[in-house]
């Protein structure tokens, strides 16, 4: 298996865009998870989903960010209008049965 | 509700010295233990994890922990390390009421120096 994939690697974009995050989990794993990292903040857990129902949006900053997992083999996590203070880099990681998370490689976020 | 302290957010150590990386945790009910590294520019990658059964467990790269029910302990160990340890360690626990969700320390950055 590939592991968990993530585009694009990296993305800068403008204040006031709307910036697209994907995700691709592991075949078979029914969690999927969203988090965001920062120097200030650390790691926060934005969102996740079981067997592509959201469980848990707690995390999700404010109405700008929405996420979405249509099906199993394909998340997005969008943020719409972006603002500098969202730059970051963003991690998708997924799970199976037990509670061991893969991570991706992540996306790095700078929105000037 | 669970929490998870990472006592030091620093550790500085030469290299082939012995490291230790604490970390505690606060739960009423039984959990499971995870320690992640996080190399420069990367995700997180899974070090080693306690589930059940024998309370010392042996990890990747050398790395062990041990976990401690009565302290509330989850300590990371290695007898001597290397450059290539230097990253971010993170301590995590799962949540049974989140089903699949970790809570996360806040990590150690573990620098080794020649």
């Known amino acids: 298996d590939a592991g968990v994939i993530q585009s694009p690697r990296h993305e800068v974009t403008e204040m006031g865009q709307e910036v697209t995050l994907r995700c691709k989990p592991i075949s078979g794993h029914d969690y999927l998870f969203w988090y965001r990292q920062t120097m200030m903040r650390g790691l926060e857990l934005l969102i996740y989903?079981?067997?592509?129902?959201?469980?848990?949006d707690s995390g999700m900053p404010e109405d700008r960010f929405s996420a979405k997992m249509p099906n199993a083999s394909f998340s997005t996590l969008k943020i719409q209008p972006s603002e500098p203070r969202d730059s970051a880099v963003y991690f998708c990681?997924?799970?199976?049965?037990?509670?061991?998370?893969?991570f991706g490689p992540g996306t790095r976020l700078t929105v000037t | 509700a669970q929490s998870v302290t990472q006592l030091d957010s620093q550790v500085p150590v030469f290299e082939e010295a012995p490291v230790e990386l604490r970390c505690n945790y606060s739960s009423s009910v039984s959990v499971y233990l995870f320690w992640y590294v996080q190399y420069p520019n990367q995700g997180l990658q899974l070090l080693l994890k306690?589930?059940?059964?024998?309370?010392l467990v042996k990890g990747i790269n050398g790395f062990e922990a041990e976990f401690n029910k009565s302290q509330t302990s989850f300590h990371l160990r290695k007898p001597s390390v290397h450059i290539s340890d230097t990253a971010e360690y993170f301590c995590a626990v799962s949540d049974p009421v989140g089903g699949g969700k970790l809570i996360f320390g806040q990590g150690t950055e573990l620098s080794v120096k020649p």
């Open positions: 989903f079981n067997n592509n129902v959201p469980i848990d």
């Open positions: 306690y589930l059940s059964g024998s309370t």
């Open positions: 990681a997924t799970s199976g049965l037990s509670y061991e998370q893969y």
